[in-house]
């Protein structure tokens, strides 16, 4: 089994999806909780799809960059 890291691998840890998004491991596992987050629990372990975090982060910034271009043209 090779054990060396890699940081193309597609199936993340809590841990790894923390330290990609730089917050709190515990605000990860409460995100996945409460689905605010896409993941799936292997056992007790929450797993995390590298492609859907990042797509999830893209649904992110596309809708903060919506909602601040509605608030532009709602104060013309």
């Known amino acids: 089994m ?3 890291k890699d940081n193309n691998k597609e199936i993340m840890t809590v841990k ?4 990609y998004l730089n917050i709190h ?3 990860v ?4 909780r ?3 987050i896409p993941a799936f629990k ?3 372990d929450w797993r995390f799809h590298k492609e859907y975090i990042e797509k999830w ?3 992110k910034l596309d809708y903060n960059v919506t909602k601040v271009e509605r608030r532009k043209n709602s104060t013309k």
Do not use: C, F, R, S
Request: no cysteine; hydrophobic share 35%; proline share 4%.
């Open 42 to 44: 292997i056992g007790t």
């Open 25 to 27: 491991p515990l605000t």
């Open 57 to 59: 982060i893209k649904e």
């Open 34 to 36: 409460a689905g605010k």
């Open 29 to 32: 596992q409460k995100y996945a």
């Open 16 to 19: 790894e999806v923390a330290d």
């Open 2 to 4: 090779n054990m060396q």
